[in-house]
Structures are given as structure tokens and as C-alpha cells.
């Protein structure tokens, strides 16, 4: 069962590498979130969030995360469908294919700009 979900991941983290119409969704002091404009669908995007400084995460240091979103528009609700952590060199320290419980959007976050960029098409 692992390994189906590992080639998933890899094929989702390989098709969001060759994305090249990244534009700034959010940000918040020195964190940032990028969504890919290609990936984009009625209901799911691909979204790029660097930290500055770097924050710790399972005794390494990540400077990013590519993160595959769904979101149910109608019901205000996201969830992570797939993650991956990277540290300053851009080497992934960690990953995670397993679908996430639904969340609902909390106003002004980077949660309600993810849920804004997929459900409105905004921006663009």
C-alpha cells in the first residue's frame, strides 16, 4: 500500500516541479504562499509556502512546503491531499500522501487564501 502512494507522490511532486506560473497568493510577516496558476482545477492547486526564518520541523531546518489542496467550495471547506517539506537546499526532509480531514476556512489565513485561489479564481 505504501509503495502505490509513494509513486503518487512522486508523479504529483515531479508534475508540480515543471509548474512555472507561480504567482503570490498570501503572505504574513516574512511567510509567503504562492499558488501555481497551471495546476489550478475547479477544486484543487498546487501552493508553494516558504518560512523565513526557517522554522524547525523533526530536528531539521525546512525552508519550504509544496502542498496539493482540495477544496469543497460550496461547503467552505479545504483539506491537504499531499506535502512535501524542503529544507534551504531544496532536499526533501519530509512527505505525506494521506488525505487529511476536512477543515473549515478560517477568515485571514493562508487556509482562506488557498480556498479563495481555487474556488474564486482569485487572483486571476
Not at 502512494?5 to 510577516?29: K, R, Y
Not at 509544496?66 to 479545504?78: F, P, S, V, Y
Not at 519530509?94 to 488525505?99: E, K, L, P, V, W
Amino acid at each position: 500500500m505504501k509503495l502505490p502512494v509513494f509513486v503518487v507522490g512522486l508523479l504529483c511532486a515531479a508534475n508540480c516541479a515543471f509548474a512555472a506560473d507561480w504567482i503570490a497568493v498570501g503572505s504574513e510577516g516574512k511567510h509567503a504562499v504562492y499558488g501555481d496558476l497551471e495546476s489550478r482545477t475547479a477544486n484543487r492547486a498546487w501552493f508553494d509556502r516558504t518560512h523565513a526564518p526557517t522554522k524547525k520541523y523533526l530536528f531539521n531546518q525546512h525552508f519550504s512546503e509544496r502542498i496539493l489542496e482540495e477544496a469543497d467550495c460550496a461547503n467552505r471547506l479545504i483539506r491537504v491531499l499531499y506535502a512535501t517539506r524542503h529544507d534551504k537546499t531544496g532536499r526533501i526532509i519530509d512527505s505525506r500522501g494521506a488525505d487529511t480531514q476536512w477543515q473549515h476556512v478560517i477568515p485571514d489565513t493562508f487556509g482562506e487564501a488557498a480556498f479563495h485561489f481555487i474556488c474564486a479564481h482569485y487572483p486571476l
